[in-house]
DNA sequence: CCTGGCACTCAGCGGCGCAGAGTGCCAACA
DNA sequence: TGTTGGCACTCTGCGCCGCTGAGTGCCAGG
């Protein structure tokens, strides 16, 4: 049923779709695009194509725009990956070049691909769990109230304040310091507790509790889930497409303002590779119309988070596709040189 | 000419107009609020309020709507601060209490804050320069390699990575972050340029210039007016005021996105009494048809830092101020206890 | 200075009819 | 069997019209 020239004929509605806004018509089709065939067959194709499910229409004697599954189709077998031009991919070095720590990488990332993309762009900051240590640093600011600095590979910083059963001595703090950072120093979050675990034997006993105390709140620190922050900006963006309005754009900011609804958008997908969810694809039902694009980024070959953006269903995927692997690629770039 | 009772008009005027969204009339005036006098009298009053810009009319037949100008009046003389119920406070307390460390304060806040007022919430993370020194640590990376961190007496950390024009031994650190901390721990920030200029004249003239080039990052740090950072939320309330809406809406999503514009707005009012700022008062035009409600709030007696929310101009004042006043003291006493 | 009465104004709403875009179907044709 | 032109049909969107009702301003009387 689906020949290469009813393909043609989605790919066409939908771009055309994307760029009007406007359901479109079999006249308005053969037009604009050099079809080599009738209004008369185009028509006979879109029925084919509503029967099928990948278009629809708004009402009777109006045009067809694209469903869901059009989308998905479209996205997964009639569109590439449209690459940026060369001065936008100067741009967004050059704007990423110009920051100064990570939480200001994180910022820029998301104003440019907001920009980018006029759309509302979601950053998650690098992930701890897929970190090394590059630094533990301990800090007796009373003698049982020791302050926890961790610094990671992707400079990230995380402290926490630590209350100690018995007080510790400076000398013991200095030696627990030395021996925890020349034990994982380098290692991944992961590996941290089977390297940390028979420390406190080291320790004469009066101090042991307080050792356990410590390094307890370490591990705690490393498998913190809730730290997994995320940046939004651009929902200026949403007022963009300005039909039936509140209805539409009240459930989605509520649903960005919702970091665990988001977290587990950009979640869904494992690995990093690039990931399309159309409409109502994505579980959370203030989203079903629309679509999120993301894709892992990290400073090595491995994604260390994912950033993206959400847009209506009715978007430029192949363009929006190009922006946000760019941007994760030079955000990556960016993160290693560190 | 503002007699008693005119005023009393004014300020019924605006609490239906708040109430039901709809320009009031004479007629429904007299029926709700028992002013004692017949609509003709008020229509009088009414034109005469009109006259002197503190009310206007959409359209001609149509009933009146208060002005900007209106609105302060009755701010500023008409309307006290309502306080929160008991089971409100309580529910603060409750909300606020349950944070573990600045970061989550600072979260917690901002959703309580947009919860309790149904607008959009903005909070300034404590500010720096109010701020005393809690604990300054210095760790060697590398031979030339430093990160300072910071550590206020709010709870925040500031961590700065610094390359040094020549190696600083082990023991110079050492002695360099013991010096720091015994002369500028407890210090207010503006004292600290004043404390440490003279510290590098204690050490050997070849490491004289690493240790000025991490004082001045010191400096630096304490200086640094872009680490203002703020956080909002709420934006979704925005949809409640559904009239004309991308129209509305977009300016004030997009000056919300500019940290510099709402840190401006946020300190325009100095010192750390509720400021309401409403309609064409704020500077920037896309908040011309909004207000902003904010207050200082502190672990003592001075203000760190703002928050405040921000709404149509057509808002429950006293409500808002309540809420805005009473979190605001909360989180200035869980800043404190810690 | 307040009040009731009266004429006037105007936004909002529903009904009406038209124009235009788009469809589905059919018969003819390659 | 697939493509094409023709034709009748269906609807949305838009502008027009007139009505209703809320609200006003003004005036004369208390």
Redesign the interface.
């Known amino acids: 049923m689906l020949n290469e020239r009813r393909l043609e004929v989605l790919r066409a509605i939908v771009q055309d779709y994307v760029g009007t806004e406007e359901p479109v018509g079999s006249k308005a089709l053969t037009e604009r695009h050099n079809l080599q065939v009738s209004p008369a067959t185009v028509r006979n194709d879109m029925a084919a194509l509503e029967e099928d499910g990948y278009i629809a229409q708004p009402h009777t004697s109006a045009g067809r725009v694209p469903t869901d599954k059009g989308y998905r189709l479209f996205v997964d077998r009639l569109a590439g990956v449209k690459p940026l031009s060369s001065p936008e991919r100067r741009a967004i070095q050059h704007f990423l070049d110009g920051a100064v720590?990570l939480d200001d990488v994180i910022a820029r990332t998301v104003r440019l691909l907001a920009q980018l993309t006029r759309q509302v762009a979601v950053v998650q900051y690098p992930s701890l769990s897929r970190s090394t240590v590059?630094?533990v640093?301990l800090?007796a600011?009373a003698p049982a109230r020791v302050?926890l600095?961790l610094?990671t590979d992707t400079g990230r910083?995380e402290?926490?304040?630590i209350d100690c059963p018995a007080p510790l001595g400076e000398t013991s703090l200095a030696d627990l310091r030395a021996r925890l950072n020349s034990r994982i120093v380098g290692q991944r979050f992961s590996e941290v507790p089977r390297l940390v675990a028979e420390l406190p034997e080291a320790f004469v006993p009066e101090e042991r509790g307080a050792v356990s105390t410590v390094l307890s709140s370490l591990l705690e620190t490393l498998v913190e889930e809730t730290e997994e922050r995320l940046v939004i900006?651009?929902?200026?963006n949403?007022?963009r497409f300005?039909t039936d309005?509140?209805l539409t754009?009240?459930p989605v900011?509520?649903a960005?303002?919702e970091q665990v609804v988001m977290l587990r958008l950009l979640g869904e997908a494992r690995g990093s590779e690039m990931t399309v969810s159309i409409g109502h694809e994505n579980a959370h039902e203030g989203l079903t119309s629309t679509s999120v694009v993301s894709v892992g980024y990290g400073s090595g070959d491995e994604a260390v988070a994912k950033l993206g953006v959400v847009g209506p269903t009715r978007m430029d995927y192949p363009g929006t596709m190009g922006a946000v692997r760019a941007v994760a690629r030079y955000v990556g770039q960016i993160l290693a040189e560190n």
């Open positions: 720590d590059r630094h640093e800090l600011l302050m600095v610094i910083v402290q926490r304040m900006g651009g929902t200026a949403l007022t300005a309005f509140p754009i009240r900011l509520e960005l303002e």
